[in-house]
């Protein structure tokens, strides 16, 4: 498992969620202006509040990408650890976990890594653990196989 690849991978990921929200946005602008009056006004004071709803969701998930993104260009991803930490690229029992912010899976030839937040109920529980370490959530038990 090439761990610089995943991240770039990740990256990408991010980076195209960004664009998609930003063409978003620049659409929805460009609906509203040009909407123009008809001559039923109320269908057109709907039409403009309708695309400033949509415009305000785009600008706040647009937002939300790019605050994931500086998080995750904020992690060191090439700190060598026996201890799982952020940044860590994990192999457990029940697949690939990536340590950092949760912002979805990606798939690579063989196999399926998940990107994982260490606030999340996993996440915490896996921290500070090292290969071989087991641990319970929900559950389930999750064995540490190996730590990149």
């Given at each position: ?54 415009q ?7 937002q ?15 700190l060598?650890?026996s ?66």
């Open positions: 498992m090439q761990k610089q690849k995943i991240i770039l991978l990740f990256e990408e990921l991010l980076d195209t969620r960004i664009s998609q929200l930003q063409k978003l946005l620049d659409d929805l602008r460009e609906s509203a202006a040009n909407e123009t009056k008809s001559t039923a006004g109320d269908k057109y004071e709907t039409a403009l509040a309708m695309l400033q709803i949509e305000d969701n785009a600008r706040k998930q647009l939300e990408a790019r605050e994931q993104k500086s998080i995750f260009q904020s992690i060191n991803w090439s060598a650890s201890i799982i930490k952020p940044g860590s690229l994990v192999q457990i029992n029940k697949g690939w976990f990536l340590l950092g912010i949760a912002i979805g899976k990606i798939k690579t030839d063989n196999d399926n890594i998940i990107s994982l937040s260490p606030q999340s109920p996993l996440g915490k529980k896996i921290t500070g653990l090292k290969t071989g370490d087991e641990t319970i959530v929900n559950g389930i038990t999750y064995t540490i196989q190996l730590i990149l």
